[in-house]
């Protein structure tokens, strides 16, 4: 079946300590989203990903940064990892822009803690 | 500024009752609406979607949602809850600038299921 893949499902680090999600894609979408979601708390845009052009939210930290290598894989790097950024990360993918084309797929998430 | 607010952030019903979750937007134009359910831990899946056409929008999982242009609502039903529904509920609402879609959450709706 076709799906977005997140991993880990589970992610610890440490204050400071660099991180980095993976996200894969079988859908062939060119639009990837990458958002945070807090407890109890819609999920937010971070950033999001245009086949190869970057598209920064204006309140997403410098902390926070992605690549997107090819078609299929997207990655969220958080560089310092703070005690405010556990939370759960959510990938999705749309397959295209314009309005019919914009029904967003999720993965499962990634629940970060930061000791 | 478009904004979705859902009016409930708490529901509980009994098992086989029905129910309605409110979502009420503020946008300009016409919008596409969507409803996702979270399960704890898990990722959003998408139950119904509205673009255009028929105002009453059959979703998966027994569940239905009507568009109503003069309220601004798009309220989420089932007539038969079961204890698997119980989760989180989010309406969303595309900003449709073509080029720049953005999925706005509201801010979601525990739904608890008693036996």
């Known amino acids: 079946d076709a799906m977005v893949i997140q991993n880990p499902r589970y992610q610890v680090t440490q204050f400071g300590k660099p991180v980095t999600l993976s996200c894969s894609q079988t859908?062939?979408?060119?639009?990837m989203y990458w958002y945070q979601q807090k407890s109890s708390q819609a999920p937010k845009l971070l950033f999001h990903?245009?086949?190869?052009?970057?598209?920064n939210e204006a309140d997403t930290p410098d902390n926070f940064q992605s690549r997107r290598p090819n078609t299929s894989f997207c990655f969220l790097d958080i560089r310092s990892p703070g005690l405010g950024d556990a939370a759960m990360y959510l990938c999705?993918?749309?397959?295209?822009?314009?309005?019919?084309?914009?029904?967003?797929?999720f993965g499962p998430g990634t629940r970060l803690t930061v000791l | 500024a478009q904004s979705v607010t859902q009016p409930d952030i708490h529901i509980t019903v009994s098992e086989g009752a029905s129910l309605e979750l409110r979502c009420n937007y503020s946008?300009?134009?016409?919008?596409?609406l969507f409803w996702y359910v979270q399960s704890p831990g898990q990722g959003l899946q998408l139950l119904l979607k509205?673009?255009?056409?028929?105002?009453l929008v059959q979703g998966i999982k027994g569940f239905e949602a009507e568009f109503k242009r003069s309220q601004s609502s798009f309220n989420l039903r089932k007539p038969s809850v079961h204890w698997s529904d119980a989760a989180e509920y989010f309406c969303?609402?595309?900003?449709?600038?073509?080029?720049?879609?953005?999925?706005?959450f509201g801010t979601g709706t525990r739904l608890t299921i008693i036996p």
């Open positions: 969303a609402v595309v900003l449709s600038n073509f080029g720049n879609e953005k999925l706005t």
């Open positions: 999705a993918t749309s397959r295209d822009r314009g309005q019919l084309n914009n029904e967003q797929f």
């Open positions: 946008y300009g134009a016409t919008p596409y």
């Open positions: 990903y245009y086949d190869k052009d970057f598209n």
């Open positions: 859908l062939n979408h060119n639009v």
């Open positions: 509205y673009f255009s056409g028929d105002t």
